[in-house]
Antibody, heavy 121, light 108 residues
Framework: EVQLVESGGDLVQPGGSLRLSCVAS????????MSWVRQAPGKGMEWVSA????????YYADSVKGRFTISRDNSKTTVFLQLNSLRAEDTAIYYC??????????????WGQGTMVSVSS | SYLLTQPPSVSVAPGKTARITCAGN??????VHWYQQKPGQAPVLVIF???DRPSGIPDRFSGSNSGNTATLTISRVEAGDEADYYC???????????FGGGTKLTVL
């Protein structure tokens, strides 16, 4: 079964840091780009970041560039999102999502269940 | 950056046809993907490449894309189709994925 399982969400103070993890199973992990997508409470979806299958290319939304870092460990079939300098507006459910095809920049065919990040003093 | 506009809400009676639009500049030149999200659940891909359906998605779901508007059509709507629906594209100029604001489908 193809599956993504996120972890690492927590309550953190403004200016703090967190590291989110997403463990993948059921597919050849290194062949697919992976993304993080977030959803603030009661709001729509916002793409946050993506990383190519090899890890050599990374992409960020303007709202998180310079504060968040995406990475992956293909030997552990895990993608990470390091969140630094957190702000109240970063409060959201963070979903890990897999690209549909090998080409990347694609639809997201598999999503994790999400992990909640709350930024508050 | 590229902007996708969806109506906030669409209402339809059971058994009728629902159409959810996604407007964007020359969106007809892009591949549009659609997701269904039910309360408390992760999104599910229902249409990709504007009109293709993943396995397991009923053929009541279809998509089209032309000019400045992409449309998700749900035929013979059922109570279980009540959800939020999001369109999404890849913006080639920024290499970013872009989501529409979402449309809440209410089954009357």
């Amino acid at each position: 079964e193809v599956q993504l399982v996120e972890s690492g969400g927590d309550l953190v103070q403004p200016g703090g840091s967190l590291r989110l993890s997403c463990v993948a199973s059921g597919f050849t992990f290194s062949n697919f780009a992976m993304s993080w997508v977030r959803q603030a409470p009661g709001k729509g979806m916002e793409w946050v970041s993506a990383i190519s299958g090899s890890g050599g290319n990374t992409y960020y939304a303007d709202s998180v560039k310079g504060r968040f870092t995406i990475s992956r460990d293909n030997s552990k079939t895990t993608v990470f999102l390091q969140l630094n300098s957190l702000r109240a507006e970063d409060t959201a459910i963070y979903y890990c999502a897999k690209d549909l095809t090998l080409g990347g920049h694609d639809a997201f065919d598999i999503w994790g269940q999400g992990t909640m990040v709350s930024v508050s003093s | 950056s590229y902007l996708l506009t969806q109506p906030p809400s669409v209402s339809v009676a059971p058994g009728k046809t629902a159409r959810i639009t996604c407007a964007g500049n020359n969106i007809g030149t892009k591949s549009v993907h659609w997701y269904q999200q039910k309360p408390g659940q992760a999104p599910v891909l229902v249409i990709f490449y504007s009109s293709d359906r993943p396995s397991g998605i009923p053929d009541r779901f279809s998509g089209s894309n032309s000019g400045n508007t992409a449309t998700l059509t749900i035929s013979r709507v059922e109570a279980g189709d009540e959800a939020d629906y999001y369109c999404q594209v890849w913006d080639t100029s920024t290499v970013h994925r872009i989501f529409g604001g979402g449309t809440k489908l209410t089954v009357l």
